[in-house]
């Protein structure tokens, strides 16, 4: 399984949009890449998936290079609520075992 | 369907005690999985069904932890002779085979004093 980086942890204030990148320099041709958000006391909730270019939900865009060795997850105008812990995983399949790693704790002020 | 749902949420128990926690899936989801977390850190994988099988173990499932899902629906993870060190979060997850990502539960918070 390919080993994620991202950083420990963001500042951001509200109303503006941050982007998480995520490195995943060993990723295999058919990997996804999962993003996560956690709130403390509540269990992960998906996010965002992508395979390549940009995806885009009512949440987040998730923009991934054409070699794919990295992605960035993109939160426009954040809110205090987006305070969060933010993972990035890359799954061999969508529905096997996730390997999570410590996550970007992002902490959005007034 | 409400999603996953956990019980209890909260359960502190003496060291050495035996303890029983439930998970029911979302009910059309066939992949059910456990993970453990720890303040500060990820959540850790422990064990998955899909249906009633259990397929794979992590090396965390001491042989004090037994997991189960019988007929494949609900699934319970028990701990025995309970240890301070498994204090955490025990999650549990379940998600449709070939689907997209998974829906956790809110997780029992386990206190062993």
């Known amino acids: 399984l390919a080993k994620t980086t991202q950083p420990i942890s963001m500042d951001s204030y509200e109303g503006q949009e941050v982007n998480i990148t995520c490195s995943h320099n060993n990723i295999a041709t058919n990997d996804y890449i999962t993003w996560y958000q956690q709130f403390p006391s509540q269990g992960p909730r998906f996010i965002i998936q992508?395979?390549?270019t940009k995806v885009t939900n009512e949440v987040a865009s998730l923009f991934i290079p054409a070699d794919r060795k990295s992605s960035t997850l993109s939160l426009p105008r954040v809110s205090l609520s987006d305070t969060a812990v933010y993972y990035c995983?890359?799954?061999?399949?969508?529905?096997?075992?996730?390997?999570f790693g410590s996550g970007t704790r992002l902490l959005v002020r007034p | 369907d409400t999603g996953v749902s956990q019980n209890p949420r909260h359960k502190i128990t003496k060291r050495g005690q035996n303890v029983t926690f439930r998970c029911d899936p979302i009910s059309e989801h066939n992949r059910l999985y456990w993970y453990r977390q720890t303040l500060g850190q990820g959540p850790e994988f422990l064990t998955y069904f899909q249906n009633e099988a259990q397929l794979e173990k992590s090396r965390l499932l001491s042989d004090r932890f037994s997991a189960e899902r019988p007929k494949g629906s609900f699934s319970t993870l028990e701990i025995q002779r309970t240890e301070q060190g498994d204090s955490a979060m025990y999650l549990c997850?379940?998600?449709?085979?070939?689907?997209?990502?998974?829906?956790f539960g809110s997780g029992t918070r386990l206190t062993v004093v």
């Open positions: 992508g395979y390549k």
């Open positions: 995983l890359v799954p061999r399949d969508s529905s096997y075992k996730l390997i």
């Open positions: 997850a379940s998600s449709l085979q070939g689907g997209d990502g998974y829906t």
